[in-house]
């Protein structure tokens, strides 16, 4: 039923509709011809500029357009015009933006509906870089008009927006959370070329993405309908945080919960300076009072140029029991008539009581209208799943992981609170803690102190784990300019797993003459890099422990835009590492959708989870290596998939990782956003990680020959190659082994295949008496006695193992050569590829 004041609402237009005549005693009304819509948009693209751009639909033509700010008249335009920058704002200030179109007797035949901005405050560190590009930039035609589509860039403060270019002439700028621009103006028999530059607060532009538009009448169209999304049961948060205090601007949430410590964290304004926490046990009837008080800390912090202080409280309670708590801002009870928060403290280390604990990765975004339902359908997912705790893979906020796109409980709009919104991170943080990786989005944030940090903080784990978790400066590998940027590792224990939360990233704009990938590996992961013999000396620690790890870089990857990291990859980088010491799952992002591969020759299994709440992106590709995979084009309109069935709507690809851990046994259960679960997988990790029995060892040469070419050496060749026909090809490796303690149970000669073959070639034990430089056909040394294992059939992009335990017998020398029995040639990489060989000897 209508409420009595919208009735008596309804009948005052209705008399004033009857009493102007607009409505006819006799027969129906005469209705004016609608005019042309105005839509204008307005983007604070800088401290000191606002971009317009608008659309007349239809494209009437018009003598000019009156552009009005915040009542007063500020610029007439040429009917022609479509674009106008304000340069005249100041940062921080809020503007409403009108526009008037205007025939040529100065009458008005379309106004836009206001258009509301805030200019940015100027970065809080000096802003030296241009942000990146737009990612993954495609255009597609359709009936409606040609369709383009991108991903995220970063930048070290903000993407305040994007400008996009038709034939080399401004067309639009929009916001930085709009990632999609539906030109209506193009011409369909014209090839235009389109691109897209990032823009920054402080005015630095991007390179620009560049594509050009096939002709709609001759290429593929995709129609344009209106999506018709699954219902989403949990888009709206079932906790209503609605008594709280005004002087609360982030809800609690709770970080660094190990061993028997806790940290709860929040944000308030600046009207008083001190805070606590209140905290209690939960009893057996289910009461709890919080009634122990601990004093919180502060740090200051700008949320979208507003002034806040950011809290933690630090805890020390006892392991595995249910606590409540209530936390203040002087005397201010911050969460008022809300009810106090209840969480539990970690499963303690041994303690084989199953548990179970969240990942996702790739979160905290929202659209132009400053919602993300998709995201806010996975929170409550979250809050309901029964997880002990959270970890993320990361990508926190996007675009920048700045303040103002992390947020508060107050302020909305594009790319504004995607991380603690009251539908966020506010809906399951208060009760589950958050242990977050680090990402490329956010990693190079200009925000002093750095958010991950300060949001963030674990200072028990990594007390404990003898971690870091600091900025730093990181100068010049390979070109690179000086950067502070956080590094963050650190590992914790829960009940029988033992969990490391590593940083593989980098900045995407500071790349020098390297890559993303290149410059995290040189920093983070050679072996003589701080990250990499700390993860060492805690995983050889720990060796009868379930390991499991989270990450950002895709070791293994079917994205086009965000590929597999192969310098992660192999014995002498962090996959052999992992692998070595048994770590049974690792946990990534960075490619926004769902992936699962198969496990390497460690049992090693490598996830992408990065359905969190960004814009899901599609599987491009299906590699040997993958074994399940879903995703979604928006700018088709439609699933991808990998050995899975496509989904057929993006709801289906949003995501977390619900994982079970029962003493040794692992379940992973893929959950969507409206709770269905797919490609559950159940894992047994044996806890003994390699480690003091099992030994791996990179060839000390390697090479191989060819007799068609006798007297040709091809030691430098980033190939071992093997074949019968039309020329005969044989392999050679030698491997030093030395500080083996047992004796030899297992031992396993590892190479990755480069070219596949219906029929692999044989291993023998051959003379040492051979150097890579000087091998060829004519002085080659032949092989000893029997073949000790044959390969069959061996796909491409894939680990294959020959076993040579009769020919190694302790520490000493050993030389193999590969011996072809099929014209089907295979090729595998040598030691001068990515994926070097290796022997893996284990002893008992």
Not at 84 to 112: C, F, N, W
Not at 244 to 253: E, S
Not at 549 to 556: G, I, K, M, N, S
Request: glycine share 8%; hydrophobic share 35%.
């Amino acid at each position: 039923m209508l409420g009595s004041s919208r009735r008596r609402n309804l009948l005052l237009v209705l008399i004033l509709t009857l009493s102007t005549g607009l409505v006819g005693a006799h027969g129906p009304s005469v209705q004016a011809a609608p005019g042309p819509e105005l839509r204008l948009r307005a983007v604070a693209v800088g401290t000191n500029e606002v971009d317009l751009s608008w659309t007349l639909e239809p494209d009437t033509p018009v003598a000019g357009f009156l552009i009005r700010r915040s009542g007063q008249d500020l610029a007439t335009v040429e009917g022609t015009a479509r674009t106008y920058v304000d340069t005249t704002v100041e940062p921080t200030r809020t503007y409403v933006y009108m526009l008037e179109a205007r025939d040529e007797h100065g009458k008005t035949i379309a106004q836009s509906r206001p258009a509301r901005v805030k200019a940015p405050g100027r970065p809080e560190r000096t802003d030296r870089m241009p942000p990146s590009p737009p990612v993954d930039f495609t255009v597609e035609p359709t009936d409606a008009g040609n369709l383009l589509d991108w991903y995220d860039a970063s930048d070290d403060s903000d993407v305040t927006g994007y400008r996009i270019y038709r034939d080399g002439q401004l067309l639009a700028t929009v916001d930085g959370a709009t990632l999609s621009y539906l030109d209506t103006t193009a011409d369909p028999a014209a090839n235009h070329t389109y691109e897209v530059e990032t823009l920054d607060p402080v005015g630095h532009k991007s390179q620009r993405a560049r594509r050009d538009a096939p002709r709609r009448e001759n290429g593929p169209r995709i129609r344009v309908t209106p999506q018709v999304e699954e219902s989403s049961t949990a888009a709206v948060a079932t906790f209503q945080a609605v008594g709280y205090a005004p002087q609360l601007m982030r809800y609690p949430y709770l970080t660094d919960v190990v061993d028997r410590y806790a940290t709860i964290n929040w944000a308030t304004d600046r009207s008083q300076t001190t805070g606590s926490a209140r905290w209690g046990e939960v009893q057996s009837d289910g009461s709890c009072t919080p009634v122990n008080t601990v004093t919180a800390t502060r740090t200051s912090i700008t949320v979208n140029s507003v002034p806040e202080y950011q809290w933690k409280a630090m805890l020390t309670l006892e392991p595995d029991k249910q606590y409540c708590y209530r936390v203040y801002l002087g005397t201010i009870d911050l969460l008022g008539s809300d009810p106090s928060p209840r969480f539990w403290t970690q499963v303690p280390a041994g303690s084989t009581e199953p548990f179970s604990f969240v990942v996702f990765g790739d979160w905290g975004y929202t659209n132009s209208e400053g919602t993300n339902p998709d995201q806010a359908a996975l929170m409550q997912r979250i809050a309901e799943s029964g997880a002990r705790f959270a970890l993320t893979v990361g990508d926190n906020a996007y675009a920048a992981g700045s303040q103002k796109n992390y947020g508060d409980l107050v302020q909305t709009g594009p790319s504004v609170s995607n991380v603690f919104g009251p539908q966020f991170w506010t809906v399951p943080g208060r009760s589950i803690p958050i242990f977050p990786a680090t990402g490329n989005h956010g990693y190079a944030s200009a925000n002093n102190p750095h958010p991950h940090l300060v949001n963030f903080p674990q200072d028990r784990a990594v007390a404990l784990s003898s971690g870091k978790y600091v900025r730093e400066t990181y100068c010049c590998l390979n070109g690179t300019d000086p950067g502070d940027y956080p590094s963050a590792w650190y590992a914790f224990d829960a009940g029988t797993a033992r969990i490391y939360v590593l940083t593989a990233a980098w900045a995407d704009a500071n790349v020098g003459n390297a890559t993303m990938y290149k410059n995290d590996y040189d920093y983070h992961w050679t072996v003589s890099s701080e990250e990499y013999q700390w993860l060492e000396q805690d995983l050889a620690a720990h060796p009868d422990q379930v390991k499991l790890a989270v990450l950002h870089f895709p070791l293994y990857s079917d994205s086009s835009a965000q590929q597999s990291d192969t310098f992660l990859q192999g014995p002498d980088s962090l996959e052999g590492l992992l692998g070595r010491y048994g770590v049974k799952i690792a946990f990534t992002g960075h490619a926004h959708f769902y992936q699962r591969n198969h496990a390497n020759a460690d049992g090693l299994v490598t996830y992408i989870t990065g359905g969190g709440g960004a814009k899901v992106a599609s599987v491009n590709h299906c590699s040997p290596f993958n074994a399940y995979a879903i995703g979604w084009s928006f700018s088709k309109n439609q699933g991808s998939s990998c050995n899975a069935p496509p989904p057929t709507s993006p709801q289906q690809v949003y995501h977390f990782l619900l994982v079970t851990v029962d003493g040794t046994t692992i379940t992973v259960t893929p959950t969507d956003e409206n709770g269905r679960t797919f490609d559950v997988q159940t894992y047994t990790a044996d806890g003994s990680g390699g480690g003091g029995g099992t030994y791996r060892f990179a060839p000390e040469a390697d090479s191989w020959v060819d007799e068609a070419t006798p007297d040709t050496n091809y030691g430098t060749s980033a190939r071992l190659r093997t074949d019968t026909s039309p020329d005969r090809r044989e392999a050679f490796l030698r491997f030093a082994v030395n500080g083996l303690s047992g004796s030899v149970t297992s031992a396993k000669l590892r190479l990755y295949v480069s070219d596949g073959s219906s029929n692999g070639p044989a291993v023998y034990a051959t003379s040492n008496d051979w150097s890579e430089a000087g091998l060829t056909w004519t002085n080659k040394p032949g092989p000893i006695g029997a073949p000790s294992d044959d390969l069959g059939s061996i796909a491409k992009d894939t680990w294959v193992e020959l076993d040579v335990t009769p020919l190694v017998t302790g520490n000493g020398t050993y030389s193999f050569i590969l011996v072809p029995t099929s014209s089907d040639g295979a090729d595998f990489h040598s030691r001068q590829g990515s994926n070097k060989p290796q022997l893996v000897v284990t002893t008992g």
